[in-house]
């Protein structure tokens, strides 16, 4: 049924001012499911989670989430229904706090003191390593810390769809290793979930779908082991891996 998925995309097309950079793009996301996009660099993955949050106009087709249309949505309207981006890069507001960092992604909420100290301790309880940090400045924070933060202001705005823009970037394998039992904790509590990972191995392991980006376009699509396992994948994404 369409309301099951958070997320369906029809010919949405999308890009900045007169340069086009996404031509059509089909997609449906299941709610409770981690959905990933992966493609090379350029292939317009960020781009498609920008216009997904607003910040840049759609241009033509459809955006819908649990059945309804948010194509002409503001930004403020799109995270007011529960689709939240974490950029790339982070972007934390690095001479704050952790914690004010985290109680930065409430602000848009008209939520109670208790209710939001309740997310906070569900945040503190998915990443540990804020809580002994929490009265530090981000800015002082390791990067694989800095993205725990950045994942936790996203859980604070309450989403329904959490889209993460590069998890592993930069990240040393035991750091990503914790982000990746972080998702799948928030996945199996039934956060539906929006990503956008370097590493496609990782990607498609960790997702229950996933969609190949090319060039502005999706190219395959299909679940996640199915993808793993398709010589044209493996060819193109995953040479390391090839006998």
């Known amino acids: 049924m369409t309301d099951s998925l958070i997320l369906e995309l029809k010919g949405l097309r999308a890009g900045y001012g ?4 996404l031509w059509g793009i089909d997609l449906a996301a299941h709610r409770g499911e981690i959905t990933a996009l992966v493609g090379s660099n350029g292939a317009g993955k960020t781009t498609l989670m920008r216009a997904l949050s607003g910040l840049i106009p759609i241009q033509g087709g459809h955006y819908i989430s649990e059945g309804r249309d948010l194509t002409d949505d503001s930004a403020a309207e799109i995270l007011a229904h529960g689709i939240v981006h974490v950029p790339e890069g982070r972007r934390l507001f690095g001479a704050m706090s952790v914690e004010d960092n985290l ?4 602000y848009a909420r008209k939520a109670r003191s208790a209710e939001l100290r309740r997310d906070l301790d569900r945040v503190y309880a998915t990443f540990p390593k804020l ?3 929490r009265s530090q400045a981000a800015a002082t924070l390791s990067g694989g810390e800095q993205q725990m933060c950045a994942i936790g202001r996203g859980l604070m705005s309450a989403p329904r769809l959490l889209m993460i823009d590069e998890l592993s970037l930069g990240l040393s394998p035991l750091l990503v290793e914790q982000l990746v039992a972080a998702l799948k904790s928030l ?3 039934g956060m539906s979930i929006l990503l956008i990972e370097q590493d496609v191995t990782i990607a498609l392991d960790l997702c229950h779908r996933a969609f190949v980006m090319d060039m502005g376009r999706v190219v395959r699509s299909g679940a996640g082991e199915e993808l793993l396992a398709d010589p044209v994948i493996r060819d193109a994404y995953l040479g390391v891996l090839q006998e």
């Open 103 to 106: 109680l930065m992604g409430a």
């Open 131 to 133: 809580r002994e940090r």
């Open 18 to 21: 007169e340069i086009q950079v």
């Open 187 to 189: 996945n199996a509590g």
